[in-house]
Structures are given as C-alpha cells and as structure tokens.
C-alpha cells in the first residue's frame, strides 16, 4: 500500500502525507510488556504506506529511539527519521541546553541508538534562550556538512526565531502543535512558512485524543498520563470543550466519516505542505488516521468547519505556565 508524498516545504525532503508520532510507545502500554508491540506497530505502519516517523532524545529519554531504530532497520532506505536534541542532557537528565558541543554530541548519540549513518531530519526540540539560534543553528550546518544530518527543523518556535536561524541554515520543517482546537500557528508560523519555503508538521493533530469523540468528562486517564497534568484536561475543561467536540463528530457524521478522520482532513486541506503526525499505539486507530488522506473536504466542508469551531471557545491552557513559556521563544 502506499499513501500520496508531500514536499515539507521548498526542501526536497517528500514524506508520507501523514507520519506518525512515535512518543507514546512505551513498555508499559505495550501488551507484551516490551517493545516488541511497538515493533511490530511501526513496521505495520509502513506496509500501510506511512515513511515518515517522529522520535526524540528525551522520549523515554533514550529508550524511544532505540525502538524505532530496531522498527526501521530493515527498511531504512524507505523511510524518514526525524528526532530531536535540547531538551535532556548526555546522561538523561531532563534539562533545557542547545549549546553547540552538546548538539554535537548528543546528535553522535541518537545516531547510535537509532542504528543509522544519517538523521533524515533533526530538529531542535525547544529554544534554548540561553544559546543564540545562530550558534545553535551554525552546529547543525557541521553536522549536515559532515553527512550526518540531511534537515535541520525546529520546534515550537516563534516567526522570529525561524527567521534568524533560516538565514544560518535552512530550516525545512517547523514542528508545533496545530489543530482544530489549537489555532495559534496560523496568526505568524503558516505565514513565515509560506514565505520562506518551510515545512510544517503539527503535532498532537487531533487534541491529544479529544477531537477522535473517545474522551468526555468522565473519560479518566492512567497516572503517568501526561494529559492529567494539563489544564484543558481537567474535568471542568472537558465538559467545557464538548462543545467542540460534538460539532466534529456532527461534520463527520454527516461525511461518513470519523471524527478523526474529519480533524486530520481538514488539517491536510490548509496547505500541500503540511504534514500532520498522528500518535498512537493502537492498530485501528492507525488505519482510521490514514483513511484521512482520501477524504476529500469541499471548500463548503472547510467553510462549515470553520464556521462551527470559531463559534465554539476553548476552555484551558494545552500546557501549565511553566512548560507554556518554553514555546514560541
């Protein structure tokens, strides 16, 4: 099976038009008790025409990358890695820093858990406001000069920020989080993006599980859930944010459709060049998500969404304080 490609911007670098977000496969939501789960999804994943995967140095920390390592070793030559530094450090300590010798060293590091020559694409995955994006930029350029970066990507970051570091070393993808619930990127990113030739790639596409109609107000979560740790997933933010859910799940009733299906489709109908990364774990929800490339939404689809969700107000941060003011620097 294969799905249609799409160019991350004016980069060259084509991938699947939906990829998939590799953060949540971890051994204790594995039914095997180990990766092998995990492995199996992923190759699963490309059989159905997916090429483009998303991990990071601190998922786990570590232990992520190693899994889709092991997932995509035997069909490297088909596929796009993307992982991301800055955001733990050579030990696993979780700590912000994107000094220049560490983005060196912990991008030798992630080349050897994921078992490859190159890293397709490597994204910073916060600013560090300690470390100017020139310098920090200025490392990935050696490390792509040396061949063992393809792209350079950042994530979460401001118009401002993607400009400075565009002129050192193109950037072909901005990752951030983008959705029917969380707008933001189109007031400054999607327009700093269009302009400059940058890809976009959303991540949490649909509401980290709530636009997919699975999750109410007495929807509860695991304790080592992140979602119990956000304030538009307390109990009164959820009842609050129905709203929005019952109007997608009335679009997507009135198409046949999933809900997921409508909330990745509309996602893919806003520029060629925008790549969202669905997260799961689970073998239909995967086929579900991929079913979003072939639904076709008409301008009056888009027009009645856009209708629909402006009408309704999000209640709750997606992040606490605390981790809100590492994004958009």
């Excluded at 570590?62 to 088909?78: K, M």
């Excluded at 994921?114 to 995955?125: A, E, K, R, T």
């Amino acid at each position: 099976m294969s799905l249609p490609h799409r160019e991350l911007g004016a980069s060259g670098l084509e991938v699947s038009a939906l990829g998939l977000g590799c953060m949540g496969m971890r051994p204790e939501r594995s039914v095997a008790g180990d990766s092998s789960d995990f492995v199996a999804l992923i190759r699963k994943a490309v059989e159905l025409g997916v090429t483009f995967f998303d991990t990071a140095q601190v998922y786990g920390p570590f232990a992520n990358e190693r899994l889709v390592g092991e997932a995509l070793a035997p069909v490297r030559d088909r596929v796009v890695i993307a992982t991301k530094f800055g955001a733990v450090d050579l030990d696993g300590t979780m700590r912000l820093s994107s000094r220049p010798e560490l983005v060196k060293a912990s991008t030798d590091a992630s080349l050897a858990r994921l078992g490859v020559d190159f890293i397709d694409l490597l994204y910073q995955h916060r600013v560090d406001p300690e470390v100017p994006i020139e310098d920090v930029a200025g490392a990935v350029k050696e490390l792509i000069d040396a061949g063992k970066v393809r792209h350079f990507g950042l994530s979460e970051a401001s118009a401002a920020t993607v400009r400075r570091a565009h002129a050192v070393q193109p950037v072909t993808a901005l990752q951030c989080e983008y959705s029917l619930w969380w707008r933001r990127p189109e007031e400054e990113l999607l327009p700093t993006c269009a302009e400059l030739g940058i890809g976009f790639v959303p991540y949490s596409p649909l509401g980290r599980g709530f636009l997919t109609g699975t999750i109410d107000e007495h929807t509860t979560f695991d304790p080592n859930d992140n979602r119990v740790r956000l304030p538009r997933f307390t109990v009164d933010a959820r009842r609050a944010n129905q709203t929005l859910g019952d109007v997608v799940r009335s679009i997507a009733d009135s198409r046949n459709a999933t809900p997921a299906r409508i909330a990745l489709a509309w996602l893919l109908a806003q520029q060629p060049w925008i790549v969202p990364i669905p997260g799961t774990a689970n073998l239909q929800r995967l086929e579900d998500n991929l079913g979003a490339v072939a639904l076709r939404l008409t301008a009056d689809d888009l027009a009645e969404i856009g209708r629909a969700t402006a009408a309704v107000e999000i209640v709750g941060a997606r992040y606490p304080e605390e981790s809100e003011r590492m994004t958009n620097r």
